[in-house]
């Protein structure tokens, strides 16, 4: 089956634009992570959600960054006025339900963020 | 709160030989406990998890790793090393108290296998 799908693989954007990551889950996952990941680093929590709602936002890094998830599948990670150390890997991933958190997260490739 | 230690960067191991890749983690109640692979340019797979039972977890690619709750540590280990080993290996913890939250990572460990 399908596996977690991100868009667009790579994105080089200059200081000061918007940026929109794009998130496809497994088809029937509930929940929904956001990881960044920096050179030479593990994956850093951001955001997750439960169903349509985000349940945790606390590694969000300040209020530049946003998620949603409208329909509980797709989801979109928003970066306004991106700056230079905003640069990194973004990984999203899924599993079938956050219950007893003994469920295993499928990563997506993850997208290359580049601000120039 | 919650923590993982990968003390080495990178790990170099001759082909055929047994490798272990160290974690020892952090958290207030139980944990449970993963390992994850990291091929350049992919993302993460999902190699195996500790969540209850069996102290010895066996998972993909005949890695499996040992969960010792009193040292805190959940090493990762091979018999036998194949080159196409050769990644990034990372750990990853959350307890069982906050189940619902995301994983917490260690820093990861090169894996290097030679021929």
């Known amino acids: 089956g399908a596996g977690v799908s991100q868009t667009p693989s790579n994105k080089v954007t200059e200081k000061g634009k918007y940026v929109e990551l794009r998130c496809d889950p497994i088809?029937?996952?509930?929940?929904l992570y956001w990881y960044r990941q920096s050179l030479g680093q593990g994956p850093e929590f951001l955001i997750y959600?439960?169903?349509?709602?985000?349940?945790?936002d606390s590694g969000l890094p300040n209020d530049r960054f946003f998620a949603v998830r409208p329909e509980g599948s797709v989801s979109t990670l928003k970066i306004q006025r991106t700056e230079r150390g905003d640069s990194a890997v973004y990984l999203c991933?899924?599993?079938?339900?956050?219950?007893?958190?003994?469920?295993?997260?499928?990563f997506g490739p993850g997208t290359r963020l580049t601000v120039l | 709160a919650q923590s993982v230690a990968q003390p080495e960067d990178q790990v170099n191991v001759a082909e055929g030989n047994p490798l272990t890749v160290k974690c020892t983690y952090s958290?207030?109640?139980?944990?449970?406990l993963f390992w994850y692979v990291q091929y350049p340019n992919r993302g993460l797979q999902f190699l195996l998890k500790?969540?209850?039972?069996?102290?010895l977890v066996k998972g993909s690619y005949g890695f499996e790793a040992e969960f010792n709750k009193s040292q805190t540590s959940f090493h990762l280990k091979k018999p036998s090393a194949l080159v196409s080993d050769s990644a990034l290996y990372f750990c990853?913890?959350?307890?069982?108290?906050?189940?619902?939250?995301?994983?917490?990572f260690g820093k990861g460990t090169t894996l290097s296998v030679s021929s």
């Open positions: 088809s029937g996952h509930t929940a």
């Open positions: 990853a913890v959350r307890d069982i108290l906050e189940a619902g939250t995301a994983l917490i």
């Open positions: 959600f439960q169903g349509t709602g985000a349940a945790d």
């Open positions: 500790y969540i209850t039972g069996d102290n």
């Open positions: 991933a899924s599993s079938p339900s956050t219950s007893g958190g003994a469920y295993e997260q499928f």
């Open positions: 958290v207030s109640g139980n944990p449970y």
